[in-house]
Nanobody, 121 residues
Framework: QVRLVESGGGLVQFGGSLRLSCVAS????????MAWYRQAPGKERDLVAT???????NYADAVKGRFTISRDNAKSTLYLQMDSLKPEDTAVYFC???????????????WGQGTQVTVSS
């Protein structure tokens, strides 16, 4: 089992910055890729950015050039640096970790509880 706890959300003005953190605990050695998702009110949960165990990253078009995902494996922590924030970035942001299970040939997905990010215009 993997437990994820996000922090760093809050209220910020248009053009401001925030850094989200996600601390993993439990069987963290099983984690391969990690990601940030977000969900705005009344909308589906959307992928924001992903990072593999080797550090390869991928971003949604809406955040390219403004957000940076990174991970510190020594600290078991995932980060999301968000710059040039816009009101449309307002959402609950969730951390996700994937842990392949070779015994059952499945990929277990774990989620944090989410952290609210609100960008005022």
């Amino acid at each position: 089992q993997v437990r994820l706890v996000e922090s760093g959300g809050g209220l910020v003005q248009f053009g401001g910055s925030l850094r989200l953190s996600c601390v993993a605990s439990g069987t963290i050695s099983s984690i391969s890729s990690m990601a940030w998702y977000r969900q705005a009110p009344g909308k589906e949960r959307d992928l924001v950015a992903t990072i593999t165990s080797s550090g390869r990253t991928n971003y949604a078009d809406a955040v390219k050039g403004r957000f940076t995902i990174s991970r510190d494996n020594a600290k078991s922590t995932l980060y999301l640096q968000m710059d040039s924030l816009k009101p449309e970035d307002t959402a609950v942001y969730f951390c996700e970790a994937q842990a392949p299970d070779e015994v059952y040939d499945v990929v277990n997905r774990y989620w944090g509880q989410g952290t609210q990010v609100t960008v005022s215009s």
